[in-house]
């Protein structure tokens, strides 16, 4: 079948894939975008984590059929995405991050893909223009030597600028809540505090 | 394979109607691991993402009609209040990624033992809303796992939502897993007063082939509750009474060895639940606080 | 004396003016694209064309092959090949130390998963239905499962005919290799004892656990050789059995290291290499194989569970008298590296003490279980945990503070180990158990988040049944291969200038698993060369062999074999300069002289050449290898013999909170001190320790794989084989130690494996003191906790 969605603010399509594939798959093997991991593929170590309407989930479980339609971040637009936020941010510090509050709670739906609309638009505006080579949560993990291996970074940055994005000043219960679906077994998950406790200190000391 | 895109629940229905043996696929979170280890090859997937109304829920009177899809994460930030111990439940489900995107429809459609939301159905009371092109029908929550990893739906049926009894009372969920978190249950127990009826009502999860009550535990406790006019004098309960209801808990269970527990830690491990989560909602009820039964201060009591 | 004897050690203004040298934390080269996903890991390659490779595995653990029928599987559209035993084009067998693994079972599987035939396809699902019908027949055998059954009168010998170095020496046939230790005169000290103490314990399989499953792609050549992009510990050696299994020379089999997701000893043996190489050079196409976590934990080798029987004398005033103990490793179904495994075992047995009189037995055993080999820790670990509770044990008796009792038996510089050989660099083994014991506690219990009590997330206790413990340990670790194996790495560095700019090439081929070998390779090139300007060349097998990425022993070996090669390149430097300009300054008659920001200088500072104009167009290129100083065997009844290069030593205390009613546990600080001799880069070195401190934390409380009902894999997942989570690791304060080693480059000392053999009988002891239960048995499970 084909697919097609968007990944990193622009539009991709993959044909004959088979039905029984993930996102994944689709992303590694059919996209060149090797970035999101396959570690476990069954949903226990994060290590394929990506936004998906800009929810962070395990692409490993997602059917590429699934996607279609979608929005996907993946780590290697996490810069430009994490540009996008921050400068829609500058622009408008009154705008709300999460416009689900405005749903009328009783018959909520998951409104996340209206939110995410603005974003994809900013995502896809900010190409035009050369954005920072890194995320502050990239710079972070390298500076504070949160990366051995790297094989859990990629789904943990995307889970940490996730945390970051609704929680900007984070204690450690909440980010070791937040990382608790990624799997780290070189750095005893130290490190990565010390990373995301310092991404945390200078994102807020930059607004 | 095929993969089929039902763009709306009647056209979900009759793709399931034509192909029975279609499997049902939402957040993903048990059947993509299935297929990505070849543990099963369906001839269709069926999708239900398309469908917006299993994404949402709505409040009565009585009850909250939650839709099969609702992500684990909206449970725990939306629905706390009226679902306490279904958000208790949900916030030990798995990972964040994995609360994102699992949920209740689909916990009851694969119906294993060590489903986390099982537990907490039971002891709040719940129907399955299920249908087909034939017309739909409500099943109790009791009734619907017929076995390990099977329930009551026909061939054509797909999960459309759950009514869950709205907290009347404190409510309470407790799992036992070998690790802090992304685990699955060794064992799980639920409870929730329902001042309004008088009753007090159980499940416990991974102990026994399927969800179950644990009904005499129930019987005796209510009886007992009644008889020394503990709903009216905010008395504590007396030790002897959480001692007997929780190995009457422990005696509901039937578990089994394997590499998660052995049946005989479950057997255990289900009675302090039991023990400790009918102290926590009663002394909840007692101070007349809220229906998480959080009596400590603070903290991220689930939820 | 080989020729890369130990040099002098440098001056330490050499390179003191370029940023980035020994001693910093300097960020890994590798970051960005690690941040950026950019990096390609061996699962990430792709080429026009490829194909995938699958691999059919047994689902016993002891069978004869009847049959095998390929017919319908190859017959399936998209299927090109399919191979089993009969179509091995040479040698048939592998194996690190002992050839006994068979590349495809030869008509016999000896346990469960064992590769029996391999699919190549042009999709990885066409090639699992294609591996889903090939037809075997088996036909099951007895098995071997432990001790008891192995030994048995008619057992059945798992190798017949074995041939190997070790076969002479071993009391069975299914017994691998047994190594005893004796010293001094257990019976009499036993007399003379006024505590003794003697317990059994045992230690579950644990895995290696990386994140990066095993895979590769292999190319075939034009010139009928392959090209194999790998991920593994240790490139040579891969090299050295495939090429007799492909029927190639060696110079036509040609590795290179692609982005490696983690190892710990799981890369060590060959897993997917030959599949992938075999099925390439039969298809005329490139193939990769990639194992998904299922068929990882068959894939690679595990650590050898462990059954230990003690016991320890001492003296009503704490001093110890004598040490037995038996120690008996499951090495599995094939060899791997179990005789290594069992030395280490045995020479670390009674841990850094001074004991006069041991009497030692370590063995492993061929059985049906998992092949089990190299696993960060690597035979010391399954020591540790037993003497550690040992010396617990022993102190309880003797009314001591457990810190006090292995205080006055730790060893020290000049000690002699069981085997005899003196201890001949620093053994701060009182110091680093006295600054973990002196860190101030971390705060009481009873918080009312349920992230931070026992059961975490699920909410079990909000705060009923915990009990604090504190539990302390500590334990010695050998660094590099010992036993008298020609242990070398080798390096190529080129000094060239490139835009005016000098700037080092530095090539080895060191495997870079994660753990900043490729980080500090950097920084001694730039101190020994005074160049800001490195560049690491891919690790391939076209440059020497630096050996394996296992035995904390690549800072100091390939560190080592870059610093020597460094130092021959910086003399040639000077030999140029001196025939060039020795006339124009006398400063060029110095001894000493030093390279700093690309210039010449003088021991008294003054520049008095420039580097680019010394070597103008032609480049200094220099491989050379470098050896530590040589070990000596263990004498094969005495167990005596300067066997280890090399000691590094860890201390742990472990504060936990257990719930003691529902036998839950949380770890609430694992503080670590050890000696790093040395911390080349600080950072890293931190790392290291706390990586490896969660680790053996995994295999304190959840990490084991569960072999039963047929000698079969029942958690081969990651929703029931647990490693730790954020949520289950707490702070790991650190103190770094650095007291040189004058035998090693620069007096480091190896960090990597030491933090993880003391972390788990801290834990352990913790839980104990918070239980007051024996607990024999890691991982510790709720079951135990609760006699359940």
Redesign the interface.
């Known amino acids: 079948?084909r697919v097609t969605f968007t990944v990193n603010g622009r539009p991709q399509q993959a044909d004959d894939v088979?039905?029984?594939?993930?996102l994944l798959y689709v992303l590694?093997?059919r996209l060149?975008?090797?970035?999101?991991?396959?570690?476990?593929?069954?949903?226990?170590?994060?290590?394929c984590?990506v936004r998906l309407d800009g929810?962070?989930?395990?692409a490993?479980?997602?059917?590429a059929?699934?996607a279609?339609g979608r929005e996907v971040v993946?780590?290697?637009g996490?810069?430009q995405y994490a540009d996008a936020r921050s400068r829609r941010t500058t622009q408008d510090t009154t705008a709300t991050q999460d416009t689900t509050d405005t749903t009328d709670?009783?018959?909520?739906?998951?409104t996340t893909t209206a939110t995410d609309a603005t974003t994809a638009t900013d995502t896809t505006a900010a190409a035009t223009r050369q954005p920072p080579?890194?995320a502050p949560v990239?710079?972070a993990?390298?500076?504070?030597?949160a990366?051995?291996?790297?094989?859990?970074?990629?789904g943990l940055?995307i889970?940490a600028d996730e945390l970051l994005e609704r929680t900007p000043d984070p204690s450690d219960?909440d980010?070791?809540?937040?990382?608790?679906?990624?799997?780290?077994?070189?750095?005893?998950?130290?490190?990565?505090?010390d990373a995301v406790r310092l991404a945390a200190a200078r994102t807020t000391e930059a607004r | 394979m095929e993969f089929l895109r039902p763009a709306s629940w009647e056209e979900a229905l009759a793709a399931k109607a034509e192909h029975p043996a279609a499997v049902p696929i939402a957040g993903g979170t048990d059947v993509m691991v299935e297929i990505n280890f070849d543990r099963r090859r369906p001839d269709h997937l069926l999708d239900l993402t398309r469908i917006a109304e299993l994404y949402e829920w709505q409040t009565g009177d009585q009850t909250v009609r939650l839709g099969a899809s609702v992500p684990y994460t909206r449970i725990i930030e939306r629905l706390a209040a009226e679902l306490p111990g279904l958000a208790i439940a949900a916030h030990t489900v798995g990972s964040p990624q994995i609360r994102n995107r699992g949920s209740v429809g689909g916990n009851l459609g694969a119906a294993s033992p060590a489903g986390d939301a099982h537990p907490a159905l039971l002891a709040a009371g719940a129907e399955v809303e299920v249908a087909s092109v034939r017309g739909s029908r409500r099943i109790p929550v009791e009734e619907f796992y017929t076995g390990v990893k099977r329930n009551a739906l026909a061939d054509d049926e797909l999960i459309r939502a759950i009514h869950i009894r709205k907290a009347a009372g404190p409510q309470q969920f407790s799992k036992v897993g070998t690790r802090n978190a992304m685990v699955i249950a060794v064992c799980a127990f639920a409870i929730a007063l329902h001042p309004d009826t008088r009753t007090v009502r159980t499940g416990i999860g991974s102990a026994a082939p399927t969800p179950v009550r644990a009904r005499a535990a129930e019987d005796f406790l209510n009886a007992a509750l009644a008889e020394g006019g503990f709903w009216d004098g905010g008395r504590t309960i007396t030790p002897s009474i959480a001692r007997r209801f929780a190995e009457l808990c422990a005696a509901a269970c039937d578990p089994i060895d394997d590499v998660r527990g052995s049946a005989a830690y479950r057997r255990h491990a289900v009675s302090i639940m039991a023990r400790r989560t009918l102290g926590w909602t009663w002394e909840a009820f007692r101070a007349g606080g809220d229906t998480t039964g959080d009596t400590t201060e603070g903290g991220a009591r689930c939820a | 004396m080989g020729p890369g004897r130990t040099p002098t050690p440098t001056k330490p203004r050499q390179g003191a003016a370029t940023r980035g040298t020994i001693g910093e934390s300097t960020p890994r080269p590798d970051g960005i694209l690690k941040a950026t996903g950019e990096f390609a890991y061996s699962s990430d390659l792709w080429h026009e064309d490829m194909l995938w490779g699958c691999t059919l595995r047994s689902p016993y653990a002891h069978a004869e092959i009847r049959s095998i029928d390929v017919g319908e599987a190859l017959a399936m559209p998209g299927v090109h090949t399919v191979m089993t035993y009969a179509d091995l084009p040479a040698e048939t067998h592998y194996g690190l130390e002992v050839r006994d693994q068979p590349v495809l079972a030869a008509g016999r599987v000896r346990y469960h998963g064992e590769a029996v035939a391999i699919v190549a396809a042009d999709h990885p699902e066409t090639a699992r239905r294609a591996a889903a019908r090939i037809k075997v027949e088996y036909a099951e055998l007895p098995l071997v499962t432990d001790e008891a059954t192995a030994t048995a009168p008619g057992a059945p010998v798992l190798h017949p005919g074995r041939t190997d170095r070790h076969a002479a020496h071993a009391p069975h046939p299914n017994i691998v290799h047994r190594q005893p230790i004796k010293r001094g005169d257990v019976a009499a000290a036993r007399a003379r004892a006024d505590v003794v103490v003697r317990r059994d314990y045992e230690v579950g399989m644990q895995d290696q656990a990386f994140l990066g499953p095993e895979s590769g792609l292999a190319v075939p050549a034009e010139d009928g050789g392959v090209d194999l992009y790998i991920a593994t510990q240790w490139l040579h050696v891969d090299r050295d059995q495939l090429a007799p299994v492909l029927g190639l020379p060696a110079d036509k089999v040609r590795l290179t290291l692609s982005g490696v997701g983690g190892a710990f000893g799981a890369r060590e043996d060959l897993s997917m290499q030959a599949h992938a190489c075999l099925l390439a050079l039969r298809t005329g196409r490139p193939v990769k194989i990639v194992y998904n976590r299922y068929e990882s934990f068959f894939g690679h080798v595990h650590r050898h569970p462990a059954k230990l029987a003690y016991e320890h004398g001492a003296t009503r005033d704490g001093r110890l008298l004598y040490v037995q103990c038996r120690i008996v490793l499951d090495g599995g179904a094939y060899a791997s590296s179990s005789p290594a495994v069992v030395g280490n075992a045995a020479s670390l047995s009674i841990g850094p003490y001074t004991v006069d009189n041991v009497d030692i037995e370590a063995l492993a055993l061929y059985s049906n279980n998992p092949p089990c080999g190299a696993m960060r820790g690597f035979g010391a670990v399954q020591a540790c945990f037993a003497y550690e509770a040992q010396m617990d044990a022993v102190a309880a008796e003797l009314g001591l503070d457990p810190v006090e009792f292995r205080q006055r038996n730790a060893m020290e510089q000049g000690a002699v180990m069981p085997t005899g050989q003196r201890v001949d660099s620093p053994a701060p083994v009182a110091e680093l158990l006295r600054r973990v014991k002196a860190r101030p506690m971390p705060r009481p219990g009873g918080s009312a988040d349920v992230r931070e009590l026992p059961g975490g997330l699920s909410n079990t206790s909000h705060g009923e049944g915990v009990v604090r413990g504190v539990g302390y340990a500590v334990g010695i670790k050998n660094v590099g291969f010992s036993e008298g194996f020609d242990d070398y790495s080798t390096a190529r560095v080129r000094l060239e200038v490139l835009g005016g700019e000098p700037v080092a090439l530095v090539h080895t081929a060191m495997a870079e698993v994660g753990q900043g070998g490729v980080t500090v390779h950097t920084q001694i090139a730039r101190t020994e060369l005074g160049v800001a300007q490195v560049v690491l060349h891919p690790a391939d097998t076209q440059v020497g062999s630096a050996g394996s990425t296992s035995a904390s022993r690549q800072t100091y070996m390939t560190g080592g074999a870059i610093k020597h090669t460094c130092e021959a390149v910086r003399e040639e430097v000077f030999r140029r300069g001196r025939e060039r300009f020795g006339a124009d300054h006398p400063g060029w008659a110095d001894a000493e002289l030093l390279l700093a920001g690309g210039k010449v200088v003088t021991e008294a500072g003054e520049v008095i050449g420039d580097l680019a104009e010394i070597l103008g167009g032609d480049a200094i290129d220099i491989e050379k290898e470098f050896r530590h100083r040589p070990t000596q065997p263990f004498h094969p009844e005495t167990g005596q013999g300067f066997g280890h290069v090399q000691y590094s030593f860890c201390a742990h205390r472990a504060v936990v909170d257990v719930d003691t009613e529902l036998g839950l546990v949380k770890v609430v600080e694992l503080a670590a001190a050890q000696d790093v001799g040395k911390a080349l880069n600080p950072l890293s070195v931190v790392g290291q320790i706390q990586g490896g401190t969660t680790q053996g934390l995994g295999l304190a409380v959840m990490e084991e794989i569960v072999v039963s009902d047929g000698a079969r894999v029942r958690n081969p997942s990651f929703t029931d084989y647990l490693i730790p989570t954020i949520l289950d690791t707490p702070s790991i304060p650190v103190e770094v130690l650095e007291l040189a080693d004058d035998h090693a480059p620069y007096g480091l000392r190896g960090v990597g494996e030491a933090p993880t053999l003391s972390s788990t009988p801290a834990v352990v002891a913790a839980i104990r003191a918070a239980t007051g239960l024996r607990l024999g048995r890691v991982p510790v499970r709720p079951e135990h906790l609760t006699d359940t």
């Open positions: 079948m088979w039905e029984g594939e993930s590694r093997e060149g975008l090797p970035g999101s991991k396959n570690a476990c593929e069954q949903g226990e170590c994060g290590s984590t929810v962070p989930v395990c490993c479980l997602v059917a059929g699934q279609e993946t780590v290697e996490l810069a709670a009783t018959t909520a739906a998951d080579p890194l990239q710079q993990f390298i500076d504070t030597g990366i051995q291996c790297g094989f859990c970074t990629p940055l889970a219960a980010i070791r809540e937040a990382l608790s679906g990624n799997l780290c077994r070189c750095t005893g998950y130290e490190k990565i505090l």
